[in-house]
């Protein structure tokens, strides 16, 4: 394969492209080396140096803690359990959710060989043990691997006195979180109920 | 702007992504800094300086002249003239056209301020001259600007000698090339009519 195959193969494999956008993502940049190509090639160089994942929460950011950890203004008595740094991404997008995060990085799923050892709980444990937290909402895919570990954490933190809550049915069946709009998520989020 | 916005606002001006792949295709990047994000911002370093613009063709290839050019297998009497190094890709895909190309890199057009000093055309008439052409396919949008542009080339050979065609209607009226399947691609080539 030339650099031009090899390109759009990579191009391709990223997720929300397909060959066709690939193509053309690929000829853009091509046609455009020194103020496409080249900008964007240094600044993922630098990206793979500056961004981090927060040793709190699991986001992704500049800074570690995030900037969402450090911000003052949040309510660190309601964390939100999200699957993927994506789904926390969409719901700072529609602004509803005013706590913080705890990013798993994925769901139990015998599927695909994951187990609770494979998701990132720990902070989360932590900030319940220092007493700071009232509230745990789930916000995980109405998935079956969604569901199953939505259930097992509820299992995990019915000792800790915290009040554990879904968001509400509103998430499509089958769907992942991160697809959906910000009107459906806010709605979700605000109709939560209590497990 | 940190690198994150920074990453998906460049991601998102390619063509073919919006705000939302651009979003997938950044975290996807964030998330493989060693596996995805490094290894694609390396190639497309290498990919600037390895691919040219072929000085006689106008296709981005890893050699100048590149590969179609150089084929002596394919038939330097027919010249299939494109607005785009995308549609002339589009074609090999289809792999109807077995003679070489002529990339226009534009169509004439009074909005874009492009005129027929800005398209690349000196190449395809030194090779008229040269004597070894027969047909200049013109294999163009069907949008006013490549009709414009088929009208002015039409003129500009015709005291050349060769014969000129154009690709069968099939191109969807308002369509560019290079979104075709291969079979509409193949059928209004092969159903070419002589202007
Ligand atoms: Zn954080
Ligand atoms: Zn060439």
């Known amino acids: 394969m030339d650099d031009i195959e090899q390109l759009i193969a ?3 494999r990223l997720p929300g492209l397909g060959p066709r956008s690939a193509r053309r993502a690929a000829l853009s940049l091509l046609r455009n080396p020194e103020t496409r190509m ?3 090639a240094r600044l993922m160089e630098q990206a793979a140096t500056t961004v981090q994942t927060c040793s709190s929460c699991g ?3 500049v800074v570690n803690p995030c900037h969402i950890c450090t911000d003052t203004h949040r309510d660190r008595s309601i964390i ?3 699957e993927t740094v994506g789904d926390l991404w969409a719901l700072e997008r529609s602004s509803i959710h005013q706590g913080m995060y705890q990013v798993l990085g994925g769901t139990l799923s015998a599927l695909a060989g994951l187990g609770p050892e494979d998701l990132n ?3 989360l444990m932590h900030r319940i043990e220092a007493g700071e937290v009232k509230e745990v909402i789930l916000a995980l895919g109405a998935t079956v691997e969604g569901a199953t570990t ?5 299992e995990k933190l019915s000792s800790t006195g915290v ?3 879904r968001v ?3 998430v499509p069946i089958g769907g992942a979180l991160d697809v959906l709009d910000d009107g459906t998520l806010a709605a979700a989020l605000m109709a939560r109920k209590q497990l």
């Open 10 to 12: 990579m191009l391709a």
């Open 38 to 40: 080249l900008p964007l």
């Open 59 to 61: 986001n992704l950011d």
């Open 80 to 82: 939100c359990v999200v």
């Open 121 to 123: 709980v720990v902070p």
């Open 150 to 154: 939505a259930h097992w954490l509820q």
């Open 163 to 165: 009040i554990v809550t």
């Open 168 to 170: 509400a049915h509103g």
